[in-house]
């Protein structure tokens, strides 16, 4: 079935560095890609997604590029802030269903 | 304001002691399911909606029940909690047409 892999964390960066948290797929047909967000205490919300091969969803200084060919949405930024410290998970929606399948997370902490 | 409301946020209560959690949303979402998070496990999920008086299972079913009665709600219901259940829950909706899911704060569970 349709799975999908992120790096494990914590991730600990300290402000202004660069971020990366890796994710990979697997899955039948076209999903569509997702990056959901986490802040402390609150609901997940959606960070940025991507509908097609080659797309690039962006959203508050974060980016990820749907790559088919090596079946990844990276989620990067290129100098984070402390107000970044959350949760982030990848996940994706099959083709044509209403299913949303979830990476475990990645928690993320940034010192200032 | 677009929101999907939770109730209630907290809980704590003992093996067997029927509960309910609602969730209602006011976007007039066709599509309604409910997650679990745990620790490592990321987000699973126990039923969804595609609309009223059509459920079905999730991937972690087992203990619990809903119903769909109306568009905006679909209370998870548990009739006989166990310590097994203690978890944080979300309830989440989405618009057909719309890819990404709309959260709850979530409602952490504790069965004694």
């Known amino acids: 079935g349709d799975s999908v892999t992120q790096m494990e964390g914590p991730v600990t960066l300290s402000e202004e560095a660069f971020l990366t948290i890796n994710c990979t797929y697997t899955a039948t047909g076209y999903p569509s890609l997702f990056w959901y967000v986490q802040y402390p205490g609150e609901g997940l919300q959606l960070l940025l997604k991507a509908t097609k091969a080659d797309d690039k969803g962006s959203n508050k200084g974060f980016e990820a590029t749907y790559r088919k060919e090596t079946t990844s949405f990276h989620l990067e930024k290129g100098s984070v802030q402390v107000s970044d410290s959350a949760v982030y998970f990848c996940a994706l929606k099959d083709t044509g269903g209403f299913k949303t399948i979830f990476g475990a997370g990645t928690r993320l902490f940034v010192k200032a | 304001e677009a929101q999907v409301t939770q109730n209630p946020r907290y809980l704590i209560t003992v093996t067997g002691k029927k509960l309910t959690v609602t969730c209602s949303q006011n976007?007039?979402?066709?599509?309604m399911s409910w997650y679990r998070q745990d620790p490592g496990l990321g987000l699973r999920q126990i039923y969804y909606s595609m609309n009223v008086e059509v459920t079905d299972k999730g991937d972690v079913p087992e203990g619990y029940k809903v119903s769909r009665k109306e568009k905006r709600n679909f209370p998870l219901i548990l009739e006989s909690p166990s310590p097994n259940q203690t978890s944080l829950y979300f309830c989440?909706?989405?618009?057909?047409?719309?890819?990404?899911?709309?959260f709850g704060e979530g409602s952490r569970l504790t069965v004694l």
């Open positions: 976007m007039n979402h066709e599509y």
């Open positions: 989440a909706s989405s618009l057909r047409e719309l890819r990404e899911l709309f």
